[in-house]
């Protein structure tokens, strides 16, 4: 075990360098620089079982930036609470929602503390910005976070981004049950934003390989079929075109129709107006 040196505000918190870290997988996978040696040989591995990942990756994180943008812009949404944030990467959240409203205001939440403080690094003193260690499988304590709660008005409409993290709860972690908890404390008029690993178009035996991947990794990985990855988006409006492969929701080129589909997308709205109950 090995204290990296850049968490130095999370005293006693120390950094695996012997364990794979999804963080830091998918962050080699978009082609990233904050990886180590470990982590590049269970991405590796990860390639060899799914060629396609790396492509899928890039899809993911292009379709946040579309969702985002859609939600910035065309739904005038002004906060966020990013679920899972990731290392920094190109398109952050807190600039896309600002290319329509300066002040809009978002918070990063994960579980990964030197995701963290990577997080903070990068926003420094920003106002209203926050990034704050805290862990999907306990949605109440997530909520009540008190950074969480002074900067998003759970009164008002709130877009919550679960873009590739819910793959990293096993059906034993409730993932459910965790969204339910969300959607919840989400003001009618809000928006959940998801996007999920599956392995609905690969092989078994490329699912199984790429599951012992993640087995040996930080969290492990589980792939959900398209009506499971629906059930997130139970008793809301869905944002058209529905839940579908991460690369085609929204493309403004045509749908690609690249085979197989990695990841399922999609963004549900809570039905009702803003405002009321
Ligand atoms: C693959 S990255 C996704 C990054 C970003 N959302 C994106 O799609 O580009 C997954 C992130 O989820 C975080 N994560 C995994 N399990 C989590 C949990 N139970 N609670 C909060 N964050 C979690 C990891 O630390 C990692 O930073």
């Keep these: 075990m090995i204290n990296p040196g850049?968490?130095?505000?999370?005293?006693g918190r120390v950094v695996d360098m012997n364990v794979p870290n999804v963080a830091r997988i998918y962050d080699f996978l978009l082609g990233g620089k904050d990886n180590f040696a470990v982590d590049r040989v269970a991405a590796r591995a990860l390639l060899a079982a799914v060629p396609e990942a790396a492509r899928a990756a890039r899809d993911n994180r292009a379709f946040l930036a579309r969702a985002v943008r859609f939600l910035a812009r065309e739904a005038g949404i002004r906060q966020f609470l990013d679920i899972g944030t990731g290392l920094p990467a190109r398109g952050h959240v807190h600039e896309i929602a600002r290319e329509a409203d300066p002040i809009a205001r978002v918070v990063y939440c994960d579980n990964d503390p030197v995701v963290v403080a990577h997080a903070n690094a990068l926003l420094g003193d920003a106002l209203t910005v926050a990034a704050v260690e805290s862990d999907l499988r306990s949605p109440h304590q997530l909520l009540a976070h008190p950074r969480v709660r002074e900067m998003i008005d759970f009164d008002q409409p709130v877009a919550v981004l679960l873009v590739a993290v819910l793959h990293f709860l096993e059906d034993s972690d409730s993932p459910w049950e965790a969204v339910g908890a969300i959607k919840d404390r989400m003001a009618p008029g809000s928006y959940l934003v998801v996007s999920h690993v599956t392995g609905d178009e690969i092989t078994l035996e490329a699912l199984r390989q790429a599951r012992a991947v993640y087995r040996g990794a930080s969290a492990p990985g589980t792939a959900r079929c398209r009506e499971e990855i629906e059930l997130f988006f139970d008793g809301l409006e869905m944002v058209t075109p529905g839940v579908v492969d991460v690369a085609v929701?929204?493309?403004?080129?045509?749908?690609?129709?690249i085979r197989p589909a990695l990841f399922y997308a999609g963004v549900g709205r809570k039905p009702g107006i803003p405002g009321q109950p």
């Design 249 to 257: 929701w929204q493309a403004r080129r045509r749908a690609r129709n």
């Design 6 to 11: 850049y968490a130095d505000d999370l005293p």
